[in-house]
């Protein structure tokens, strides 16, 4: 199972660069054998540029999840914490092998309307 994910182009470029090896969500999948992430540009890009496999999903409390991650988390401390800010527990997906696309697509592609608000479930 594949899942469409969201995510904010200076984010997305950051995990096919090598430089942002975890995801951070705070709700996760519900469907177990989620295996790869697709990974939808939001706007201004509007694309779907890669996907990557799911090397694992941590689950932790907040402060735990940082701590593991922080070195390559992509992201600054101060928008770790604003982003998850209300929240007792937090969720890192690890980015396993990635693929970046030469040609990016549109949802179209996949005949999708409109971009998920988070993430949306693909048929293989």
Known sequence: MNVLLSIKPEFAYKIFAGTKKFEFRKTIFRCQDVRKIVVYASSPVQRVIGEFEIEEILNDEIEIIWEKTSQFSGISRQFFDTYFQDKDEAYAIKVGKVRKYNTPKLLADYN????????????N
């Open 112 to 123: 999708i309307k409109y971009a998920p608000q988070s993430f949306m479930y693909l048929s």
